[in-house]
Structure formats: C-alpha cells, structure tokens
C-alpha cells in the first residue's frame, strides 16, 4: 500500500515556473525508480520524466528537456517536478507514478510500468 500525494500546481503564464512535490507514504513505499506523467484533455497520458533512487538514472520526455528537472529527497519520500519555461502545450493533469523496477530504461517510461499513482495536479499555462 503506497499513498501518493501531488501539490504544487496552478496557473501560471507562459515563460513562468512551478514546482510540483510528490510525498509518497505507507508500509510499501521502496527505492524504486518515481515518475511524472501529465495528461491534457483529448490526450493521451504522457511521461514527463523519471528517477531512480540514487538520483543517477534520469530520463526526461523530448518536450520537457531542457526546461523541466526531476529530483528527489529520499528522507521526506518526496520527488519533485521543477518545471520552468513553461508553454501552453505544457497544461494537464500531472500525476506521479511509482515504476515497477528499481530503474527506467527507454523501453519502460509507460503507464503500465507503473504501480501507484496520485490522484493528480493541475497545471494550467496561459499564452
């Protein structure tokens, strides 16, 4: 049982920034690799970016390199979203996701590789 918890989101104009957190408890929370996924109306859910445990396996999705940093902070089991730069096309739902190994791989970013889920943050960026 993992309870994930997403803040931080709002409305913000195009060409500013959020932070968004993601504080995961309960008796099975592990070092597995944590996720950021978003998903706008009419769309898919997409992968925004993810991090193993250690920090030293990174992956972030083509539209958000270079604009958005993953990290975490394993003693508040908490995993972070810095987004700057932010564009319209950025605004969606975003949600963390705790991965089903302990690193990604090109291969494994999807949904289903993914156990637990928050229920969400919205992000909404105004042109």
């Known amino acids: 049982q993992v309870q994930l918890v997403e803040s931080g989101g709002g409305l913000v104009q195009a060409g500013g920034s959020l932070r968004l957190s993601c504080a995961a408890s309960g008796y099975a929370v592990s070092s597995n690799a944590m996720g950021w996924f978003r998903q706008a109306p009419g769309k898919e859910r997409e992968f925004v970016a993810g991090?193993?445990?250690?920090?030293?396996?990174?992956y972030y999705g083509d539209s958000v390199k270079g604009r958005f940093t993953i990290s975490r902070d394993n003693a508040k089991n908490t995993v972070y979203l810095q987004m700057n730069n932010l564009k319209p096309e950025d605004t969606g739902l975003y949600y963390c996701a705790s991965h089903r190994s302990f690193d990604y791989t090109t291969l494994s970013t999807g949904p289903d590789w993914h156990s637990y889920w928050g229920q969400g943050t919205q992000v909404t960026v105004s042109s």
């Open positions: 991090i193993n445990w250690s920090g030293s396996n990174i």
